[in-house]
């Protein structure tokens, strides 16, 4: 379930209509809000069957409950992108009241053109922190502002996934957890198969924006004890982690332990025996690839850090997404969506059925310790890992530039020194320059 790429080219039109309509105060969503005493909210589930399946069942169920608010589940459209159909929608006036499926990028972007409602100033806000037990989780979603755009509805913490096979035949029986453990491995592994890589993917010399998630930033949170690189309009990126995160990546290309070109299945097949791995991959070996079994075939980990880094708690990237209201809602359908929010997320059994559907681990600080979960994760031990990073998984920078700059993070660094055109200190001097240029 990887993030799709974020459309590049945004039309400037589309986006002033929206903050106007933002700032207009009146009711821009489809139909009447109100009447007979019921307040109506649209909600826009993400263009995915089990989630749409989740949200009318949880509607349906809340409505039982509390029938003066009536909440309309519908899927968002996918085409070109449901980023798009949601900025068409809102300049159009046709905007829900509310919708998941908004990473903080995308955040960010909407929430500069006035279009999302601050939820810290909805009453309610607190409560729904404290009682989804999530409030460590929620301190990377900060904005630079101080406000709190979206409430995350599920962290895919990414982890790394180690052919442990592999590593045994090599004299390891647990994954690296340094820089210099894991160019150890690289050494040994170049040494009885030349033929094999530590890392064998084509997307690390690609510049596509969304794949920096995948590599450039699971090792850059954990190298930088989750430095946000970028907050609001000002770089603030870590050069001392940024660089040994090159450097790490600049060895392995020099010991030729990296594959860049297209390959079939390459940790499948332990053509490569390291790679990002995220949840939805682990039900998708069940069926394609049954000879993957955590713990025999593969191991998982957090990202390796440099060394004299602390190897515990770890931080790393978060594939995530999450719920935001919209301005253009009216004050009663605002108050009603917290009202609904809060009714989904005091209930651990609501997360529960979303796990259960979706396998996508909710954004809480209790997944391993909360009695609730203990049966799910109890059957599916390889998900284990990624609900215990939870609270120190690091969601995407809040500009909305965003894919312009992840772009840049690729082209001026990450590529080149993968494919040893660049040195680590000029690439990151490069990217900082362009990167610098670009929020100005």
């Known amino acids: 379930m990887k993030v799709k790429k974020v459309a590049s080219v945004l039309l400037a039109a589309s986006l002033a209509v929206s903050g106007l309509a933002a700032c207009s105060g009146k009711d821009q969503s489809k139909g009447e809000s109100s009447k007979d005493g019921v307040t109506t909210i649209e909600f826009w589930a993400a263009p995915n069957p089990t989630q749409q399946v989740y949200w009318k069942e949880v509607a349906q169920q809340f409505t039982k409950e509390n029938p003066k608010i009536k909440v309309n589940v519908s899927p968002m459209k996918e085409s070109p992108t449901s980023e798009a159909s949601i900025q068409s929608a809102i300049a159009g006036g046709s905007a829900p009241t509310m919708s998941e499926n908004i990473n903080r990028g995308f955040a960010a972007q909407l929430a500069e053109s006035k279009a999302l409602v601050p939820l810290d100033t909805l009453a309610g806000w607190d409560e729904v922190k404290k009682e989804r037990n999530m409030e460590n989780t ?10 709190q755009y979206v409430l995350p509805i599920y962290s895919n913490a990414m982890l790394f996934g180690w052919r442990i096979d592999v590593l045994k035949e090599l004299g390891y029986n647990e994954a690296p957890k340094t820089y210099s453990e894991m160019l150890d491995v690289a050494k040994k592994l170049k040494q009885k198969y030349p033929d094999k890589y530590v890392w064998a993917k084509a997307d690390l010399a690609d510049p596509t924006a969304w794949k920096r998630w995948f590599d450039f930033f699971m090792l850059y949170d954990a190298a930088s004890n989750g430095n946000k690189f970028i907050e609001g309009t000002k ?37 490569g025996i390291f790679s990002d791995i995220g949840p939805w991959t682990i039900a998708y070996w069940k069926d394609k690839f049954p000879k993957m079994k955590y713990n025999e075939t ?24 999450g719920l935001v209201i919209y301005a253009s809602a009216t004050k009663a359908q605002q108050e009603a969506a917290m009202k609904f929010i809060k009714w989904v997320y005091s209930k651990p059994e609501n997360d529960v059925k979303w796990l259960e559907k979706t396998s996508l681990p909710p954004a809480r600080d209790d997944l391993t310790t909360n009695d609730s979960f203990k049966a799910f994760f109890d059957k599916n031990p ?38 040893g055109e660049k040195d680590p200190k000029t690439a990151w001097q490069d990217m900082q320059k362009a990167i610098e240029g670009a929020l100005k």
Not at 242 to 258: C, D, H, P, R, S
Not at 301 to 319: C, E, I, Q
């Open 382 to 419: 390889a998900l284990q890992p990624y609900a215990a990073a939870v609270p120190n998984a690091i969601p995407p920078m809040d500009n909305a530039k965003y894919n312009d700059l992840q772009t840049i993070i690729g082209q001026q660094a990450f590529n080149p020194v993968v494919k």
């Open 138 to 147: 929620m301190k990377g979603w900060q904005f630079a502002d101080s406000h």
């Open 235 to 271: 770089f603030t990126g870590d050069q001392k982690a940024g660089e040994q995160v090159l450097t790490l990546m600049a060895v392995l290309q020099k010991n030729k332990a990296l594959l860049t070109k297209q390959a079939k299945d390459p940790f499948e097949n332990a053509l």
């Open 298 to 321: 593969y191991t998982l980990s957090l990202p390796p850090v440099p060394d004299g880094v602390d190897t515990t708690n770890v931080k790393t990237f978060a594939d995530t997404k």
